[in-house]
């Protein structure tokens, strides 16, 4: 029963990640016939100072659009779990910037952002402040403002699994804390938290997996510039291999996976010790 399963699995995932392991120690450049390098490709890499700015750019946006998406996500979720009237409109006009195609969304948000003339400008001027510089012409301000669309785009489906995880909480355990006498603060700490552990662990896994993988928002705000302040190893493997460089880019989309499974089994190993407690 398990072979069609298998099947599957093996074509479409073990021989593509066996086939990009032997095109790694590869010269290639995706026509001719492959020339074996050994580790050639994986030392270029190493040497290359943009790339290693990538690996910084791209960890930097992990560490900060991460965490926020999780925060903003439990937040909007504690909120909107409570009944009030239009909630099902709220929800829904909260989710829907996550099914917009990120190319689309950060095209919209960089001609928001425009000095002088975009949206956010002309909304500054009207209170008296000239919002003349461009945020994407530095490269901190410009990650910043990534991390933050970023976040605006996707803490709508965070807040969706959180969501799921607090109503899945059985009402009698509020009402036993309640009784007891509980603050709000002791009931999210001791009840609401360790219920939330599978949907913490999704959300953190899902979003660390998304931010090392960030390709769209960067590539619609600011093409990776100016220079290289914002480029990610995603679009740097991209741009490697329309360079004719498919067996480097393929080393450095292996060199990607493994920064992205680090974090992933140390989150998967924690949290699966919290839900044993």
């Given amino acids: 029963m398990a072979v069609p399963a298998l099947v599957l699995f093996s074509l479409f995932f073990l021989y593509p990640l066996s086939r990009g ?3 790694s120690f590869t010269a290639w450049d995706g026509f001719s016939t492959p020339k074996f390098i050994g580790l050639a490709n994986y030392k270029a890499f190493f040497q ?8 910084q750019n791209t960890v930097l946006f992990a560490l900060g659009s991460a965490p926020l998406l999780n925060i903003a996500g439990l937040l909007l979720a504690l909120l909107l ?12 006009l909260l989710y829907l910037p996550a099914v917009i195609s990120p190319m689309i969304m950060g095209s919209i948000w960089y001609l928001l952002l425009q000095p002088r003339r975009g949206l956010l400008a002309i909304l500054l001027q009207q209170i008296g402040y000239e919002a003349t510089s461009n945020w994407m012409l530095s490269g901190s301000s410009a990650m910043l403002v990534i991390v933050l669309v970023n976040v605006w785009q996707y803490a709508g489906m965070t807040m969706i699994i ?22 709000r603060g002791n009931i999210f700490r001791f009840i609401v938290l360790p219920q939330l552990t599978p949907a913490l662990k999704i959300n953190v896994i899902t979003n660390i997996i998304g931010s090392l993988a960030v390709f769209d928002a960067i590539l619609a705000l600011t093409d ?4 290289y302040d914002t480029e990610s190893l995603s679009i740097y493997i991209m741009r490697m291999s329309y360079g004719n460089k498919t067996g480097y880019s393929t080393a450095v989309a292996l060199i990607l996976f493994f920064i ?4 992933v089994l140390f989150s998967l190993k924690f949290f699966n010790a919290k839900e044993k407690t």
């Fill in 81 to 92: 779990n409570r009944t009030f009237k239009a909630r099902a409109t709220v929800r829904s």
């Fill in 21 to 23: 392991v032997w095109t």
């Fill in 48 to 55: 290359d100072s943009r790339a290693l700015r990538d690996i």
């Fill in 224 to 227: 990776g510039g100016p220079g």
């Fill in 260 to 263: 992205i499974l680090i974090p």
């Fill in 162 to 183: 959180y969501l799921a995880g607090l109503q899945a909480i059985p009402i009698e355990h509020f009402e036993a804390a309640e009784l007891e006498g509980a603050s």
